[in-house]
């Protein structure tokens, strides 16, 4: 039976070293072929990123990584995001690209959208950390990007931080409410209003407060608001929540 065993686990892993080997192959072949078509037309990369993508392997996915990180189109470097996003067989590879390609382009948000929506779509729990580091980027969109593709990757990791988030929020819409405001003359039409002196922060922590409970709802499937609410379902539901 031992004898057997052995032979078994032997025959396996022959055979996932010849699989290996001619998934290398076929991936040595893809970027290949992406070299010499890519340097062509715009429509020409175009077409090399869509036919690369169909090997899913980290070769390939480091290919596409160089498109991401050199002098191209917006256009070509989001084909080459969309691309990364459906790799399913190559998902820590893939991950791991968008992971350090996301805080590259903070200042294209087309780009820093498509990178987060191919982060959801791979449903791989390591691009969290990646996406943690903007929940509270100065710009709120980036922000509300960001937190929303964690709650539709799904992973438990992204849990803590999104709490974090809903109670720092809380804390600074309430300093603001309790903030004495003062009477301000709008020069241009002489109308007096009152104005908080923390409104821009107020605003912004709204802002972040909706996006951050969205995405703990996404997660837990729970219809709860409050900061208080998700630290004590939290501390409930750790110990068995499906941790990926």
Avoid at 16 to 33: D, F, G, I, P, Q
Avoid at 105 to 129: D, G, N, R, Y
Wanted: with cysteine.
């Amino acid at each position: 039976m031992i004898v057997l065993c052995t032979l078994l686990i032997l025959a396996q892993s022959a055979e996932e070293r010849a699989a290996e080997k001619l998934a290398e192959k076929a991936a040595n072949e893809a970027v290949a072929a992406f070299e010499k078509s890519f340097k062509g037309s715009e429509g020409d990369r175009l077409a090399a990123i869509s036919d690369v993508a169909k090997v899913h392997h980290l070769k390939t996915a480091n290919r596409l990584a160089a498109v991401l990180g050199g002098m191209q189109s917006s256009q070509v470097r989001t084909a080459a995001v969309k691309a990364l996003g459906g790799f399913i067989e190559a998902k820590k590879s893939a991950a791991n690209v968008l992971s350090n390609a996301l805080p590259a382009h903070t200042k294209e948000p087309s780009v820093f959208s498509a990178i987060c929506t191919a982060m959801a779509e791979l449903q791989e729990p390591s691009v969290i950390p990646a996406l943690v580091k903007h929940f509270e980027d100065k710009e709120e969109p980036l922000a509300c990007l960001a937190m929303a593709a964690a709650g539709k990757v799904g992973s438990s990791t992204a849990i803590d931080p999104l709490i974090a988030v809903v109670a720092h929020a809380e804390r600074v819409i309430r300093a603001a409410a309790n903030a004495a405001g003062s009477i301000v003359t709008d020069p241009a039409t002489g109308k007096q209003y009152y104005s908080s002196p923390e409104v821009r922060a107020r605003d912004r922590h709204k802002v972040l407060l909706k996006a951050a409970n969205g995405a703990l709802q996404e997660l837990s499937k729970e219809p709860i608001t409050t900061g208080d609410g998700w630290s004590a379902w939290w501390s409930r539901n750790k110990a068995t929540f499906d941790r990926k």
